[in-house]
């Protein structure tokens, strides 16, 4: 397995959010944080497990000091390569201010990142979506239902109204 460095931006980052904590940690701590980052949000590691051994894993663990030590345990038994980046605060608000720093500062995992952030590359083509195709599109390429295959009502199937009587709220008399 390839050995994860805070300093550089894995495969694969996790965000765990301790199982003794709220929403809140997550959905108003951590929102800044994730919407920089996007970690994959887990709640606990069986899904990290998964993760084939030849990735680098880092898995930021937002916990209180009651339930750091056992998260960052588990986790070096299960999968010892895999860096543990523990975000350990008692109070909401210390969690919080330590995450957007993280954030405003490009320290994803508490230190400054060696690489720089990839970017797109301004003269790769681009392709667009859906992709449009001039006049005929490839072979096998299905642009639209042919009308043999459009199902056409039997009399004995009953028939939409049309145009409808009147509201289907009623009044109006």
């Not at 109070?91 to 500062?105: E, G, I, P, S, Y």
């Not at 990839?118 to 083509?125: E, I, K, M, R, S």
């Not at 639209?144 to 004995?156: H, I, K, R």
Request: aromatic content about 10%.
């Amino acid at each position: 397995m390839e050995q994860a460095r805070p300093d550089q931006y894995p495969d694969f980052h996790f965000l765990l959010i301790a199982p003794n904590l709220g929403a809140e940690w997550l959905f108003d701590a951590a929102r800044v944080y994730w919407d920089r980052y996007r970690p994959t949000i887990i709640n606990d590691f069986e899904f990290v497990f998964l993760i084939p051994t030849d990735k680098a894993v880092i898995v930021t663990v937002v916990a209180r000091r009651d339930t750091a030590s056992q998260l960052g345990v588990q986790l070096a038994q299960q999968l010892p390569n895999a860096f543990f980046d523990p975000v350990v605060f008692d109070q909401f608000a210390d969690t919080k201010k330590a995450l957007n720093d993280r954030a405003v500062l490009n320290t994803p995992f508490g230190v400054a990142i060696s690489q720089p952030t990839p970017t797109l590359d301004p003269n790769a083509p681009i392709i667009p979506t859906p992709r449009l195709f001039p006049t005929n599109p490839p072979a096998g390429f299905i642009t639209e239902v042919p009308p043999s295959l459009t199902p056409v009502p039997s009399e004995d199937q009953p028939q939409p109204i049309a145009p409808t009587p009147g509201s289907v709220v009623g009044g109006g008399g």
